[in-house]
């Protein structure tokens, strides 16, 4: 909640506007539905319910929520491994998401996909990718079509800092800023690359750093206050969209979980790890609500009713058909048999 989203009365009080207090509570409601969602999906998980990796963004919903608040539904958004998060902000139905954990008929991709690539073009969600760093590049394509189609929209990268070292990342903010097209680079910046703290295996002064040195406008801010990440995230958006040119924004913020289901984290330190839960996201938002006069009956009922959707959500996966074998076939780009190829290249 920016300062234009509040109006001061007679006394100093601060209260909400009426749209910025709707505003607000539909922030905690994709926060509290990201946050229950991954609960779930890791319990499916353990149970042997869903097959596959699972990648928790428990503690990073700020992030997520912020970057798709900031977002047009338009707009193309690539993400990682750890996506549920960033689908379900930038609008993907989470039931549909649910089924496409549990390989069922119905899943946003037919149930081919899993937990590392859900997508849905229809909320411009290019989808999540199991590759460190290749998401990058198809939000780069991404952006080049843009430009060549003469659109108003843009593309967005979600990242993590471990992908910072990757080769095809910075290849990808050299290309943007040489070739110069509309994508905004978000590093989601969680301290950790997988079980190895980001820090020991990073050279020189960081994310920032790095970008600015490709010419790219490059902005940090606290990735644990939703303030500041829609804030900075508007702010790029708009300079991506009115200059047609790339811009990095850079996201401190705290994995709560190991890097996969099965992780128990045992490498982080305790203390260190105690400390960084107080950051909750969804804890410091819901305590700005309340300081704006947002009732605690109305902040729980988000939660509670977060937590029975994700419930009902899971419950529809278990319950949902296979899909039909024959639909292996379908989605796949069939050039026809190689012996007529190569007679035809003859």
Request: hydrophobic share 45%; proline share 4%.
């Amino acid at each position: 909640l920016t300062s234009s989203d509040v109006v001061t009365r007679r006394g100093g009080k601060a209260v909400l506007l009426p749209d910025a207090r709707t505003t607000g509570l539909a922030r905690l409601r994709t926060m509290r539905l990201i946050r229950a969602f991954e609960t779930a999906a890791a319990a499916a998980w353990h149970a042997g319910k869903v097959r596959g990796s699972v990648h928790e963004s428990t503690g990073q919903e700020a992030v997520a929520t912020g970057i798709g608040a900031a977002l047009r539904r338009d707009d193309w958004l690539a993400s990682n491994h750890r996506g549920h998060g960033h689908a379900i902000a930038k609008g993907a139905d989470p039931r549909a998401m649910m089924l496409e954990l549990f390989g069922k008929a119905g899943g946003t991709c037919g149930g081919k996909g899993g937990s590392m690539h859900i997508a849905d073009f229809s909320v411009g969600m290019l989808g999540a990718n199991g590759v460190v760093g290749d998401g990058v590049t198809l939000a780069l394509g991404a952006a080049h079509a843009i430009g060549l189609r003469g659109e108003d929209r843009i593309a967005c990268a979600m990242f993590g800092d471990g992908a910072m070292n990757r080769g095809p990342l910075l290849e990808a903010m050299n290309w943007a800023a040489a070739v110069r097209v509309p994508l905004l680079f978000v590093c989601e910046d969680n301290a950790w690359s997988a079980t190895t703290r980001t820090s020991d295996v990073t050279a020189g002064p960081g994310a920032i750093a790095r970008a600015r040195a490709f010419g790219l406008r490059a902005e940090s801010a606290d990735g644990n206050d939703l303030d500041a990440v829609e804030t900075s995230a508007r702010e790029l958006v708009e300079a991506v969209r009115a200059t047609r040119e790339p811009a990095f924004l850079h996201l401190r913020t705290w994995r709560w979980r190991g890097h996969y289901a099965p992780d128990k984290a045992l490498y982080r330190d305790e203390a260190e790890q105690a400390a960084r839960v107080t950051e909750d996201p969804i804890a410091r938002w819901e305590a700005r609500l309340r300081g704006l006069g947002v009732p605690d009956a109305e902040i729980t009922a988000i939660a509670d009713a977060a937590e029975a959707d994700i419930a009902q959500y899971v419950a529809d996966a278990e319950a949902a058909p296979w899909p039909d074998p024959r639909a292996a076939f379908t989605d796949v780009q069939d050039l026809g048999p190689p012996e007529e190829l190569a007679r035809h290249a003859a």
